[in-house]
């Protein structure tokens, strides 16, 4: 019995020891601050070809403080989405006053903005779920691309410059962050 009492009390000063000797970095929560969270914004943002695009659409989402990576590329293919949305109601509200040739253009882009709703983000949607990023870069790339196709239609009178534009800046963004996760 009197042998185990130096030995018990080697192993509590190791012990000791050892807990002292430990980083702070080793000994912090699981969870990451507030501050952590935004530079892990900031950082992805900054990887993106239009960063005060990325800041602002992941800020007015909630969920974006909580989110890693994934997460965020998700939240951009939800803002992908509601402009796809944004840009078929326009060509909708155009298409009850425009007549002749432009609503043919019109036509071409509704059918490519559907093409985004219908195929592009889903996809982006389910490959993120799946753990397969590349395909919804892939996913992203073609919502870029129909908005550029949609715009170049009109030959530099197009009313849609603004929805194209934001649906081809936000696409591009998107893609850009899902890179980061290959």
């Given at each position: 019995m009197t042998n185990l009492k130096p030995?018990?009390?080697f192993l509590f000063l190791q012990a000791i020891f050892l807990i002292i000797s430990i980083p702070t970095t080793y000994s912090r929560s699981t969870f990451p601050s507030k501050d952590e969270k935004?530079?892990?914004i900031e950082n992805t943002c900054r990887k993106t070809p239009n960063y005060n695009i990325c800041i602002q659409s992941l800020k007015q989402n909630s969920g974006s403080s909580?989110?890693?990576?994934?997460?965020l590329a998700q939240i951009m293919v939800r803002v992908m989405k509601a402009k796809a949305n944004e840009g078929l109601d326009?060509?909708?509200q155009l298409q009850r006053v425009r007549n002749g040739g432009a609503r043919k253009v019109l036509s071409s882009c509704g059918d490519k903005y559907r093409a985004i709703l219908v195929a592009d983000i889903p996809?982006?949607?389910e490959a993120l779920e799946k753990g397969d990023p590349k395909f919804a870069e892939d996913g992203a790339n073609d919502a870029a691309n129909e908005a550029s196709y949609c715009e170049s239609e009109f030959n530099g009178k197009s009313p849609l410059t603004i929805q194209n534009n934001a649906m081809r800046d936000v696409s591009a963004v998107t893609a850009a962050m899902v890179r980061q996760l290959l």
């Amino acid at each position: 019995m009197t042998n185990l009492k130096p030995l018990t009390l080697f192993l509590f000063l190791q012990a000791i020891f050892l807990i002292i000797s430990i980083p702070t970095t080793y000994s912090r929560s699981t969870f990451p601050s507030k501050d952590e969270k935004l530079s892990l914004i900031e950082n992805t943002c900054r990887k993106t070809p239009n960063y005060n695009i990325c800041i602002q659409s992941l800020k007015q989402n909630s969920g974006s403080s909580a989110a890693d990576i994934t997460g965020l590329a998700q939240i951009m293919v939800r803002v992908m989405k509601a402009k796809a949305n944004e840009g078929l109601d326009k060509i909708h509200q155009l298409q009850r006053v425009r007549n002749g040739g432009a609503r043919k253009v019109l036509s071409s882009c509704g059918d490519k903005y559907r093409a985004i709703l219908v195929a592009d983000i889903p996809q982006a949607v389910e490959a993120l779920e799946k753990g397969d990023p590349k395909f919804a870069e892939d996913g992203a790339n073609d919502a870029a691309n129909e908005a550029s196709y949609c715009e170049s239609e009109f030959n530099g009178k197009s009313p849609l410059t603004i929805q194209n534009n934001a649906m081809r800046d936000v696409s591009a963004v998107t893609a850009a962050m899902v890179r980061q996760l290959l």
